[in-house]
């Protein structure tokens, strides 16, 4: 059997106003090898932020991987790790009957990005003692307030 690259993804997502300008920040760990990877968007919201880091973060990976990816984000380690996106998917990206999945669109790039890696999902909590967690919300704050930002299509669907 192929060893896998083992790689750890650090990602965090910022909003100013939620919804307003956002940003992702993302840092890559392979080996003694650390890469840094951030963007914003005009208009959008935090757990678009949160989402796009992790998509990012994967997509930046030119190989199929081992990854640890560290969000401070429950929103999207509660629905890996508690079977969420796959109850969503299944029933065609509605949460209910009549409430659709939020943010369904990203939910699939990130399925797509994630399906040819082995990942660990790992909670982090924000804002504390955790230097690459910490990092990658500076890296996110910066982004979103740089000029100028792009639109975020998702969100204005």
């Not at 990602?11 to 003694?32: E, F, M, Q, R, V």
């Not at 065609?92 to 939020?102: I, L, M, T």
């Not at 660990?120 to 704050?141: E, P």
Request: glycine share 8%.
């Amino acid at each position: 059997m192929i060893q896998l690259p083992a790689v750890e993804i650090y990602t965090d997502g910022a909003c100013s106003g939620n919804p307003g300008p956002g940003g992702y920040g993302i840092i890559l760990k392979y080996k003694d090898v650390e890469k840094e990877l951030s963007g914003g968007f005009l208009h959008t919201t935090n757990n678009r932020m949160e989402l796009m880091a992790v998509i990012k973060g994967l997509e930046a990976l030119k190989q199929p991987c081992r990854v640890t990816l560290y969000s401070d984000s429950q929103y999207i380690i509660n629905a890996i790790n508690k079977g969420w996106i796959n109850k969503w998917r299944a029933n065609n990206w509605f949460r209910s009957k009549d409430k659709p999945a939020k943010n369904a669109d990203l939910w699939k790039k990130l399925l797509s990005s994630a399906e040819k890696h082995k990942i660990t999902w790992i909670w982090v909590k924000g804002h504390s003692t955790n230097t690459y967690n910490n990092r990658c919300d500076q890296l996110a704050v910066e982004a979103s307030i740089k000029h100028p930002l792009p639109a975020d299509e998702g969100f204005l669907k």
